[in-house]
């Protein structure tokens, strides 16, 4: 791969990223439904699963590229928790009583996030440190789970794509195969698309916490906007909350432990300053927006007009 252009190496990555991403988060939401739970604890057990940016995160690790490890976490949050929700509230207005305990977590492992990105270190401890409390949180969406019987109605089917409710009844080995090459895909497009940001970053000059934070957090992004915009235009805003309840302490929970545990870094002195900043700001912003009556245009101008002014301190800080 010497003679491939950085951009066509992160193009490739990224699309066999989200290729293996979306197989693999349809054929979980899939089989989560066709055993007959759903609701908010469902989408964010189910749709928050978001391991290209777990394996963007390692690689760039291991290239030793902290600001674009932790750059793209945080960045992803931001986009999930100010645009997607934002646009999200101002398309689809929608009323979801969201439980307190998934608004405590949230706060919870942001707030842990923020303190140990501003500390400067992300070393093995404070890795296992996110990763419990993770786990922690996911116990907890676990027991909020209420059967509500297998989805059978036409309706119903509709909310997941019709081969994945049929792949969803197929034997555990079909399932666990699926995960596997997914899984595959995503190891690949991960590696490809890290090396395709660093030959990138080598030609156009670009800082690696301004490509991290931007690009490959809105990169690796979209198809999070998307989980939380298709569910509420069929009518089920319940699992495009849960998904952004469930994304946000994935990634700085989960995928972020996983980080650190794996590979302790050094955070840059901008992650440590604006970007755990506007990570708080942009949580809490959301937070605020999930628990009002009802979410709508107001709200999701608020959030859009957040991740702009991130987009532009980004740019003003270089």
Avoid at 187 to 206: C, K
């Amino acid at each position: 791969m010497i003679f491939v252009p950085g951009g066509v190496l992160f193009g490739l990555g990224l699309a066999i990223m989200l290729g293996s991403v979306e197989g693999l988060v349809k054929s979980v939401s899939a089989r989560a439904a066709a055993l007959g739970v759903s609701g908010l604890a469902l989408g964010a057990l189910s749709t928050s699963l978001d391991p290209e940016s777990t394996g963007a995160g390692l690689a760039a690790a291991f290239k030793n590229l902290p600001a674009i490890a932790v750059g793209s976490h945080v960045g992803s949050v931001v986009f999930i928790a100010t645009l997607a929700l934002g646009v999200l509230a101002v398309v689809h207005p929608f009323e979801v009583a969201v439980d307190h305990y998934f608004i405590k977590g949230v706060g919870l492992v942001t707030g842990l996030a923020v303190a140990i990105i501003a500390s400067g270190t992300l070393d093995r401890v404070r890795g296992a440190l996110l990763l419990v409390t993770f786990a922690v949180l996911v116990r907890g969406a676990v027991r909020r789970l209420r059967p509500v019987g297998v989805l059978t109605t036409p309706r119903q089917t509709s909310e997941f794509d019709e081969s994945g409710l049929r792949d969803a009844h197929h034997p555990t080995s079909r399932f666990v195969l699926r995960v596997v090459v997914a899984l595959a895909g995503l190891v690949l497009g991960s590696e490809l698309l890290i090396e395709g940001a660093q030959r990138l970053l080598a030609t156009l000059g670009w800082s690696a916490t301004i490509f991290g934070s931007v690009v490959i957090a809105i990169a690796i992004s979209l198809e999070e906007g998307m989980l939380e915009l298709v569910p509420a235009h069929r009518g089920h805003p319940e699992i495009s909350v849960g998904n952004v309840v469930g994304t946000i302490p994935f990634l700085l929970g989960g995928s972020l432990g996983l980080i650190g545990v794996v590979h302790p870094m050094t955070i840059t002195a901008s992650l440590r300053g604006f970007h755990a900043l506007a990570l708080a700001v942009a949580v809490a912003l959301a937070l605020w927006a999930l628990t009002r009556e009802r979410t709508g245009r107001r709200e999701g101008a608020l959030l859009i007009t957040t991740y702009g002014l991130y987009l532009s301190g980004i740019i003003l800080l270089g």
